[in-house]
């Protein structure tokens, strides 16, 4: 089974061409997990009604959490 995690993040300003989620995530500030994707793409809307959001100064993430790639090649 996949759950759902919707997270809301700061956005951080540019600081050169590439971002690398992995090495530097931006900060969080909430997480709140879903059990289904139509519940994660509620929360994420409420979220994306948000001012912050709006103005472009955070932003909106929905991940898949507990599923297997189907190709573990595309992570490379």
């Known amino acids: 089974m ?3 995690l919707v997270v809301l993040t700061d956005v ?6 590439e971002r690398n989620e992995r090495t530097s995530p931006e900060r969080r500030r909430q997480v709140v997990g879903a059990s289904s994707r ?5 929360i ?5 009604a948000l001012g912050m959001v709006r103005a472009g100064r955070q932003r909106v993430k929905v991940i898949a959490v507990g599923r297997r790639p189907k190709d573990p090649a595309h992570l490379d």
């Open 2 to 4: 996949t759950r759902f």
């Open 12 to 17: 951080r300003p540019l600081e050169g061409v």
């Open 38 to 42: 139509e519940a994660a793409d509620r």
């Open 44 to 48: 994420a809307g409420a979220f994306m």
